[in-house]
């Protein structure tokens, strides 16, 4: 059963999603072909549309050299054929061993291309700067976007890790030279990590409109409140990043997450993403899922309305 979900307008993209992102970085890497089939189509049929994924996901893993979740995502669009009903999101940048991260136009011209056979597709929806390149010029790497989305390759463009001062300038550049505009932005920001995306960049995307969509939005499994303790990280795949999040700051997140859940019905994770969708500038959080049961449970967060009073509890309880 298909739930109508109030779609948020993405910036001034021209795309409309839904208030959640499935974070694709997992196809092909802690979730198999056909779990990651069976995600994608529970993740549709709940209602939601739109898909984020890069070129790089996931070369981390041995054996693998990038393009792999990209690649599982396009063999599901063929067999589902279900290219019109989601919007596809990737981004381009990242080292795919050349060395460095990479902007230059002509990479960006062979990485679309790359990334469309993957996709089993004829264009991207959002195509996004991964991270900044300080060796090539802004203007240079605008003016090779801008030329895919006027050759119908790519429908809106996007930046993900840059400071506000680049985003900024890279504004200026496209408004002077009457280049296609950034329209998002992919910060890493949640509950536990604001100083990432409040102050400048926040000012930045509700002063211009930019449609914000936010990566770590669970702050790699802290706010779902299946961890309590240090103790308890220890030996999982996760120590290494959460062993530092148990801090009296961190302690109190927790805490509030649980009692706002409990009165609310609803988990610390679909309080948590709940929090983010209801704050200043945010079109939607990725959110990220290996079990169709999990999945489910997540999704739940976009129709979570929290009253004043928790907003305020959470704010102060996420205080510096």
Known sequence: MTHTLKKRAL??????????????????????R?????????????GFDAIDTADAYSRWVP?????????????????????????????VGSDMGQGRNDLSAGWIEKAVEDSLRRLQTDHIDLYQTHWPDPETPQEETL????RLVRAGKVRAIGVSNHDAGSIRQALDISRREGLVAYAAIQPHYNLYSRATFEGALQELAVET?????????????????KYKTVDQVEGTKREGMLKDKFDA???????????VALKNEATPAQVALAWLLARPGVTAPIVSATSTTQ????????????????????????AY
């Open 143 to 146: 003016r090779a976007l801008d």
């Open 209 to 225: 409109g930019l449609g914000v969509i936010t990566y770590f939005s669970l702050e790699s499994g802290f706010l779902t409140g």
């Open 295 to 318: 999945l489910a449970d997540t999704l739940k967060a976009a129709t979570l309305a929290l009253s004043a009073e928790d907003m305020a509890a959470l704010n102060e309880a996420s």
């Open 34 to 46: 056909s779990t990651s089939f069976s995600l994608l189509d529970a993740f549709v049929e709940a």
């Open 249 to 259: 700051r961190g302690a109190r997140i927790l805490a509030v997450l649980d009692a």
């Open 63 to 91: 054996g693998h050299s990038g393009g792999e979740s990209e690649t599982i995502i396009g063999a599901w669009l063929k067999a589902r054929g279900r290219r019109d009903d989601v919007k596809i999101l990737t981004k």
């Open 11 to 32: 910036g001034d993209s021209g795309l409309d999603i839904a208030p959640l992102v499935f974070g694709g970085n997992v196809f092909g890497w802690t979730a198999d």
